[in-house]
C-alpha cells in the first residue's frame, strides 16, 4: 500500500480534530474512512468499560450490534486484542469463535466471520477499547499491511481523546456532575439507558438537567419502560450519588405494612413487631428514597408522607419519638394522578408535592428503531446465558420488532427475546453456532389498526364438570383469568386488580385461595 492512499484518507480525519462536531458523526466518519483505506465487510470502534466492550460506532453490523455489551472475557479475540499493544490478524482458520458471527449485514448464505484484525486504542498509554475489521471472504486481510491499522488506530485515539475533552469541557462549564453515569446504573447491575431516538434523547436531557438538583421527580409511563432505571440514573446524576438510593416498591406491600415500611416501628407497635426497626426514610437519610407504583398508596399514607416531605420529620410507628432526614424523594407511576385526584383516590396536595418535575418515560412504539438497539443487548445477554457463539436477528425478526405495538415495553420485550431464544434452541438437536430467531420464533401479532372493529370473542366452551362440581369449575376459571391477566400486565397485581375491577386486597385473597401466590 502506497503513502499517498493513507495520507489522503487520514488528512480529512485529522482535519475533523479541529471541528466541533457531534461524537456520533466523527465516529461514523472514522469507520467510514476506515473502511476505504483497508477494504473490509464490517467495521467497528468499542470502547472498554470495566470487563466490557461497548460499541461506539459499527459499519457494516446489524443495527442492534449497537445496543449489545461484550463481556471481554467470554470474547477470546477481543481479550487477544486487548492484550497486545500492535495490530493484530487472525488466521482465516482460526478456531476461536468470532463475536461477531451472524452480526454482518449480508445475505444469510455465509453468515461466518472468516478474517478479522483488529488494534487497541491506547489513550495515555492506557487501552481505552478497540478498532476492529472483519471479513466474510477468507484470506482477505492476508495482503494488508499491519501498519496502515497501527497509523489508524492511533488516529483513532486521538479521535476519542479530542471527543471526551470536548464533553469535559462542556461539562465544566455546565458545572454538572456525574454525565457520564447517566447511561450507567449504581446497583451493581449491568443494565443501561439505550437509545438514539430522539424521544429517549430528550429522556437523557431532561434527566441531566433535573438529576443535579434536591427536587422532588415524579416519573410517569406505562408499565414496562424503565421507570425504577431512569430512577437510578437520576441517583446517580445527583450530589447524593455516593449515598443510599433505597427502593419500595408500594404496590406489593399489604396496607397495613406500609407505614412501618416507610416510617419503621417500635417494639409492640403491633403484633408481631418483636423490636425497633428502621424504616425506608432512615435507610435512605442522606441519599435518595424511590417510591415506585406511588399511586398505590393508601390515603391515610399519603397524609403522613406530606409532613415527612414538608418538615423532614417522622415518627416511627408506635412511637413519639422525632427523627430527622434529609431524603430526596423520586416517585414513580403508570397511573393518570390528576386524574385520581379528580375522583377522591390521591390526595391533591400530595400531588403537588410530588410532581414538582414531572418526567414523562417514552413508550417503546414511539422509540423507532430503538427496539433493535435494546433486542441487540438482550440478545448478547441471552447468548451467553444460553452458552451460544452467536445469537442474531433475521431481517423479517427485525421488520416484525419494528411493526409491532409493544404493549409491555421494554420489559415484554426482554421477556420475548429470552423465551423466543429459549424455544429456538429447543427446536435444534445439536447446539448451531449461529443461532437466528425468525419472525415466526417471536410469534408477534401486529395490533389491529385504530378504530377497526373488534375481533369476535370465541365462544365459551363448557366443558364436563370437574370432580369438585360447580365451585370447582367456577375456581378453575377464575384461575385462568387471573393468571392472563398478570402475564398481560407483566406481574403487576395492582394493573391486574384494576383491570378486574376488584381492590387489590380482594385479588389478592381470591388469589391466596386459588393457589396462585
Given at each position: 500500500?502506497?503513502?499517498?492512499?493513507?495520507l489522503?484518507?487520514?488528512?480529512p480525519?485529522?482535519s475533523d480534530l479541529?471541528?466541533?462536531l457531534?461524537?456520533?458523526?466523527?465516529?461514523?466518519?472514522?469507520l467510514?474512512?476506515?473502511?476505504?483505506l483497508?477494504?473490509?465487510?464490517?467495521?467497528?470502534l468499542?470502547?472498554?468499560?470495566?470487563?466490557?466492550?461497548?460499541?461506539?460506532?459499527?459499519?457494516?453490523?446489524?443495527p442492534?450490534?449497537?445496543?449489545?455489551?461484550?463481556?471481554?472475557s467470554?470474547?477470546p479475540?477481543?481479550?487477544?486484542?486487548?492484550?497486545?499493544p500492535?495490530?493484530?490478524?487472525f488466521?482465516?482458520?482460526s478456531?476461536?469463535?468470532?463475536?461477531y458471527d451472524?452480526?454482518?449485514?449480508a445475505p444469510?448464505?455465509?453468515?461466518?466471520?472468516?478474517d478479522?484484525m483488529?488494534?487497541?486504542?491506547?489513550v495515555d498509554?492506557r487501552?481505552?477499547?478497540l478498532v476492529?475489521?472483519?471479513?466474510l471472504?477468507?484470506?482477505?486481510?492476508?495482503?494488508?499491511?499491519?501498519?496502515?491499522?497501527?497509523?489508524?488506530?492511533?488516529?483513532a485515539?486521538?479521535?476519542?481523546?479530542?471527543a471526551?475533552?470536548?464533553?469535559?469541557?462542556?461539562l465544566?462549564a455546565e458545572?454538572e456532575?456525574?454525565r457520564?453515569?447517566?447511561?450507567?446504573?449504581a446497583?451493581g447491575?449491568d443494565?443501561?439507558?439505550?437509545g438514539?431516538?430522539a424521544?429517549?434523547?430528550?429522556l437523557v436531557?431532561?434527566?441531566?438537567l433535573?438529576?443535579?438538583s434536591?427536587?422532588?421527580?415524579?416519573?410517569?409511563?406505562?408499565?414496562g419502560?424503565?421507570?425504577?432505571?431512569v430512577?437510578?440514573?437520576?441517583?446517580?446524576?445527583s450530589?447524593?450519588?455516593?449515598k443510599?438510593?433505597v427502593?419500595?416498591n408500594c404496590a406489593?406491600?399489604?396496607?397495613?405494612?406500609?407505614?412501618?415500611e416507610?416510617?419503621?416501628h417500635?417494639r409492640?407497635?403491633?403484633?408481631?413487631?418483636h423490636?425497633?426497626?428502621?424504616?425506608?426514610?432512615?435507610?435512605a437519610?442522606?441519599?435518595?428514597?424511590?417510591?415506585?407504583?406511588v399511586?398505590?398508596?393508601p390515603?391515610?399514607?399519603?397524609?403522613?408522607l406530606?409532613?415527612?416531605?414538608?418538615s423532614?420529620q417522622l415518627?416511627r410507628?408506635g412511637?413519639?419519638?422525632?427523627?430527622?432526614?434529609d431524603?430526596?424523594?423520586?416517585?414513580?407511576t403508570?397511573?393518570?394522578?390528576?386524574?385520581?385526584v379528580r375522583?377522591?383516590?390521591?390526595?391533591?396536595?400530595?400531588?403537588?408535592?410530588l410532581?414538582?418535575?414531572?418526567?414523562?418515560?417514552?413508550?417503546?412504539?414511539e422509540?423507532?428503531?430503538?427496539?433493535?438497539l435494546l433486542?441487540?443487548?438482550f440478545?448478547?445477554?441471552?447468548?451467553s446465558?444460553?452458552?451460544?457463539?452467536?445469537?442474531r436477528?433475521?431481517?423479517?425478526?427485525?421488520?416484525?420488532l419494528?411493526?409491532y405495538?409493544?404493549?409491555?415495553?421494554?420489559?415484554?420485550?426482554?421477556?420475548?427475546?429470552?423465551?423466543s431464544?429459549?424455544?429456538?434452541l429447543?427446536?435444534?438437536s445439536?447446539?448451531?453456532?449461529?443461532?437466528?430467531?425468525e419472525?415466526?420464533?417471536?410469534?408477534l401479532r401486529?395490533?389491529a389498526t385504530?378504530?377497526?372493529?373488534?375481533?369476535p370473542?370465541a365462544?365459551?366452551?363448557?366443558?364436563?364438570?370437574?370432580?369438585g362440581g360447580?365451585r370447582?369449575?367456577?375456581?378453575?376459571?377464575q384461575?385462568?383469568v387471573?393468571?392472563?391477566?398478570?402475564?398481560?400486565h407483566?406481574?403487576?397485581?395492582a394493573?391486574a386488580?384494576r383491570?378486574?375491577g376488584?381492590?387489590r386486597?380482594?385479588?389478592?385473597?381470591?388469589a391466596?385461595?386459588l393457589?396462585?401466590?
Open positions: 500500500m502506497t503513502t499517498k492512499p493513507l489522503t484518507t487520514l488528512l480525519l485529522v479541529s471541528r466541533d457531534p461524537d456520533q458523526e466523527r465516529y461514523r466518519r472514522l467510514q474512512a476506515m473502511r476505504g483497508l477494504p473490509c465487510d464490517a467495521a467497528a468499542l470502547r472498554l468499560d470495566g470487563e466490557w466492550l461497548v460499541p461506539l460506532a459499527v459499519d457494516g453490523l446489524s442492534d450490534t449497537l445496543g449489545r455489551r461484550f463481556r471481554v467470554e470474547h479475540r477481543f481479550q487477544i486484542l486487548l492484550s497486545r500492535q495490530p493484530t490478524r488466521a482465516s482458520d478456531e476461536l469463535p468470532d463475536p451472524g452480526l454482518v449485514n444469510d448464505t455465509d453468515l461466518e466471520v472468516h478479522c483488529g488494534c487497541p486504542l491506547m498509554e487501552p481505552w477499547g476492529t475489521l472483519d471479513a471472504t477468507p484470506g482477505q486481510f492476508q495482503s494488508m499491511e499491519l501498519e496502515a491499522l497501527q497509523a489508524f488506530a492511533s488516529l485515539a486521538a479521535t476519542v481523546t479530542v471526551e475533552r470536548i464533553e469535559h469541557l462542556a465544566r458545572d456532575h456525574h457520564a453515569e447517566i447511561y450507567r446504573q446497583s447491575q443494565k443501561e439507558l439505550i438514539q431516538s424521544a429517549h434523547k430528550r436531557e431532561e434527566i441531566r433535573v438529576g443535579g434536591d427536587l422532588t421527580v415524579l416519573i410517569t409511563g406505562e408499565t419502560v424503565g421507570k425504577e432505571l430512577a437510578q440514573a437520576l441517583h446517580q446524576a450530589n447524593r450519588a455516593d443510599p438510593l427502593s419500595l406489593a406491600l399489604p396496607d397495613t405494612l406500609v407505614e412501618s416507610l416510617f419503621g417500635v409492640g407497635a403491633f403484633t408481631g413487631a423490636g425497633e426497626r428502621r424504616g425506608k426514610f432512615e435507610l437519610n442522606g441519599g435518595t428514597l424511590f417510591l415506585d407504583e399511586g398505590e398508596l390515603l391515610t399514607v399519603q397524609a403522613k406530606l409532613r415527612v416531605l414538608q423532614g415518627q410507628l412511637s413519639d419519638r422525632e427523627h430527622r432526614v431524603v430526596r424523594l423520586i416517585a414513580a403508570n397511573r393518570d394522578l390528576a386524574a385520581e375522583t377522591g383516590n390521591f390526595r391533591a396536595d400530595f400531588y403537588h408535592r410532581s414538582v418535575y414531572p418526567l414523562h418515560v417514552p413508550p417503546l412504539r422509540r423507532g428503531r430503538d427496539v433493535l433486542a441487540g443487548y440478545l448478547e445477554q441471552n447468548r446465558r444460553l452458552g451460544l457463539n452467536s445469537l436477528l433475521s431481517s423479517e425478526a427485525q421488520t416484525a419494528l411493526a405495538d409493544w404493549p409491555g415495553n421494554v420489559r415484554e420485550l426482554e421477556h420475548l427475546i429470552g423465551r431464544a429459549l424455544k429456538a429447543g427446536q435444534h445439536d447446539r448451531p453456532r449461529i443461532l437466528t430467531l419472525a415466526i420464533d417471536l410469534d401486529v395490533a385504530p378504530g377497526a372493529p373488534p375481533a370473542a365462544p365459551l366452551q363448557v366443558a364436563a364438570l370437574p370432580a360447580l370447582e369449575a367456577v375456581d378453575i376459571y384461575r385462568q387471573i393468571d392472563a391477566c398478570l402475564q398481560r407483566q406481574e403487576n397485581w394493573a386488580a383491570e378486574l376488584l381492590d386486597a380482594n385479588l389478592s385473597r381470591l391466596r385461595r393457589g396462585l401466590r
